[in-house]
């Protein structure tokens, strides 16, 4: 990273304490990020409802997806992640886990409401391009690219560090 805000030391501080390696983490959230999209619209025609999985909460498949995305190797080529994470997830788990930590980031104590604008839009169908993006939520460049990145390092946290870790524990 190149130059650390000080909200960027305290959300490593954060990790530190989650037991999350920041390089690592961050590596994580830049391939989770590139490979929703093509997670969720391959994968969108298998949409369990949701009472279907509230009635199966030991789904083995489930499981699987869990562990594997507690414990890819972000160092992988990102087009062999992608092909795996379409194979073992559905859409709507990827999707549950995703809303479940940016829900996370936005009850953060030093909580900025641009982190989950930005969360928003990397996760929208409709994304807009970063300039637009920042645009409509008046930040300057500089500033859009520091609350870029602590949004994706807090997310990293709270998927890796909490809602993962906890959804495993159910199984």
């Given at each position: ?7 960027m030391k305290k959300i490593i ?159």
């Amino acid at each position: 990273m190149d130059r650390e805000t000080v909200l960027m030391k305290k959300i490593i501080k954060l990790c530190d304490s989650l037991c999350l390696e920041p390089n690592i983490l961050r590596m994580r959230v830049e391939c989770l990020m590139m490979c929703y999209d093509a997670v969720t619209w391959a994968n969108k025609d298998k949409l369990p409802t949701r009472r279907a999985v509230r009635e199966e909460p030991k789904n083995g498949e489930t499981k699987a997806a869990l562990q594997y995305l507690s414990g890819f190797d972000p160092t992988d080529r990102v087009g062999i992640i992608r092909r795996e994470m379409v194979k073992i997830f559905d859409a709507e788990l990827l999707a549950d886990l995703v809303g479940s930590a940016v829900r996370r980031v936005e009850s953060y104590p030093v909580n900025k409401p641009e982190y989950v604008l930005i969360l928003e839009n990397i996760f929208s169908s409709k994304r807009l391009l970063d300039k637009d993006h920042r645009d409509k939520i008046h930040l300057g460049k500089t500033t859009y690219g520091d609350r870029k990145k602590e949004a994706a390092m807090l997310f990293g946290a709270a998927l890796w560090g909490v809602v993962i870790p906890a959804r495993l524990a159910q199984y």
